[in-house]
Structures are given as C-alpha cells and as structure tokens.
C-alpha cells in the first residue's frame, strides 16, 4: 500500500479473529479427545482391580495409572489470554473505531502467540499419554496371558473345541434305551 492511504482493519480483524477462533476450537477439540479417554480409563481400572485375583493383577492393573496422571496433566486448566478487552471498547469505540480495531488486531495476534505453546503441550500430552496407555494394555495383556498359561487354565488345544476336551462318541450317547 502507498504510503499514507487507509488500512482496512476491518478485514484485518476478521483475519485475527478467526485465526483466535480456530485455536479455541483447536483446545477443544484436544479436551473433547481427553474427557472420554480419562473417563475409559478410569472403568478400565475399576473394571480390572475388581477382577484381579492376584497380585500381579493388582501390579498390572497400577500400570494404566501412568497414563491416567498424563491425561489428567493434559486436561488440566490453563489460563488463556483473550482480546478483545470490553471495557476497551466501551470506553473508546465510539471516539476511536479504527484505533480500536488496531488494537485488537495486534492484540489477537499475540494472544494466538501466547496460547499456541499450552494448546501444542497439551496435544502433545495426549499423544504421549496414548502410548502409555497402549503399552500398559500390551503389558497387562501379556501379564494376564502368562498368568492363564502358567496356571494351565486355558485350553489351548483348538481340537477340544469349547466343552473343554469333552467330545460326544455313539458309545457315550448310547443310554441303552430303545
């Protein structure tokens, strides 16, 4: 733009917004993923410890509270900045509308600034605390699959078939009544 000529701060101000607006919706589309996450988890935990008939249960069912802190660390509140100040506009809109709206457009730029580094922590807690998650699973998995072998409760002889190793033979149907 030449020198001296009027800046537009109206589309300015809807570019600054909207970028404000798409990190909101950005940190709730992050905790919308983390609430029902926590929530599994937690009936995960219950679920297991209510379950557990020994000790290594006990252990392996401890482990999905390593991820469950993680989640709640990403879930935690954080202080957002916002623009525009109300009071601002109140006082000066009226006497000044371009001089307000420059300064919204600057301030919402570096509002975006400052909350971009907490949303971007946040989504990278939750991507941390899904691994967690998924290896205490894998872990509890192999525990409770070493726990059945080792116990020689499973059945592991597909040929048995689900009656456990019972197969009906003529000979056995035969009551004897005719």
């Known amino acids: 733009m030449p020198p001296g000529s009027d800046v537009d701060w109206d589309k300015a101000l809807d570019i600054a917004l909207h970028a404000r607006d798409a990190e909101r919706k950005r940190l709730e589309h992050i905790e919308g993923k983390i609430a029902p996450i926590i929530a599994g988890t937690i009936a995960g935990l219950g679920l297991f410890i209510q379950q557990a008939a020994s000790l290594w249960d006990y252990l392996g069912g401890a482990l999905l509270l390593v991820p469950l802190i993680m989640?709640?660390?990403?879930?935690?509140?954080?202080?957002?900045?916002?623009?525009p100040n109300l009071e601002e506009l109140k006082r000066t809109y009226e006497w000044y509308p371009s001089t307000f709206k420059r300064a919204v457009v600057f301030g919402a730029a570096d509002v975006v600034a400052k909350n971009r580094p907490a949303i971007d922590s946040k989504?990278?807690?939750l991507n941390h605390a899904m691994v967690a998650l998924f290896l205490a699973v894998v872990i509890i998995l192999a525990v409770r699959l070493g726990e059945v072998i080792v116990s020689g409760k499973a059945n592991l002889n597909p040929a048995a078939g689900a009656g456990g190793g019972a197969v009906a033979t003529p000979a056995a149907a035969d009551t004897g009544k005719r």
């Not at 709640?72 to 202080?79: D, H, L, N, V």
Request: glycine share 0%; aromatic share 24%; no cysteine.
């Open 71 to 83: 989640l709640f660390r990403a879930f935690a509140t954080f202080e957002y900045d916002d623009v």
């Open 123 to 125: 989504a990278q807690q």
